[in-house]
């Protein structure tokens, strides 16, 4: 199979998500997948490895939870995620947290009618089910994606808001988490902030 893993995260810059899509891909290349990484990257390196597409080199460090991440937030890194994967035809578009989860919505929306996107499963990956990505539902129409405003929770948008991490996981095929205990922590109101209802209703679809 085709398989993408979408990153918010640079790429190949040292990082715990870096690290498991690292270690991922390279078990699956051992199955005899073809694996490639959409993500941005700072590297000055001009001949990243052939499996990596880069789709910005803008890369912004945040600080949270006693550590720095880096990542894009880059509202056109939308439109250049969607380019990869109506050219790449991917098999399996796998979303790493919620900066990459409106790829999955992408592939249950407006674009699924398209040839590039018919055959294409999402996963959504929940590395920390607390970063949900809550906007303004403007962004949207910033970001030109406008037509998946239908495809957002109601409660949030009547608060006018959009929250990226809910959408991916409703729109997602398959849904999962960093560990069989966590994925069982998360469908509770105590460790699910705000989501456990939704993973409850989709708990057949979450390892």
């Known amino acids: 199979m085709r398989i993408a893993q979408v990153t918010p995260y640079d790429y190949p810059y040292p990082g715990g998500v870096t690290e498991h899509i690292k270690c991922l891909g390279e078990e699956l290349r051992k199955m005899g997948h073809t694996v490639t990484v959409v993500a941005p990257s700072s590297s000055n390196v001009d001949g990243l490895e052939e499996n990596i597409i880069r789709i910005s080199r803008a890369v912004l460090p945040v ?22 994967l109506k050219t790449g035809q991917f098999d399996i578009v796998h979303c790493h947290d919620w900066h990459a989860a409106p790829a999955a919505v992408m592939l249950k929306g407006p674009f699924r009618d398209d040839r590039a996107f018919r055959r294409a499963y999402a996963v959504v990956t929940i590395h920390n089910v607390g970063y949900q990505g809550v906007f303004g539902a403007e962004v949207l129409n910033r970001a030109g994606e406008g037509a998946l405003r239908p495809l957002f929770a109601a409660e949030d948008l009547a608060r006018g808001d959009i929250n990226f991490l809910r959408a991916g996981l409703s729109h997602a095929d398959a849904l999962t988490t960093v560990s069989p205990t966590h994925a069982r922590e998360i469908q509770t109101p105590e460790f699910g902030m705000g989501l456990d209802e939704l993973l409850r209703q989709r708990r057949h679809r979450l390892a």
């Open 63 to 84: 600080r949270f939870n006693g550590a720095v991440a880096r990542l894009s937030l880059a509202p056109q890194v939308y439109q250049r995620v969607k380019g990869v």
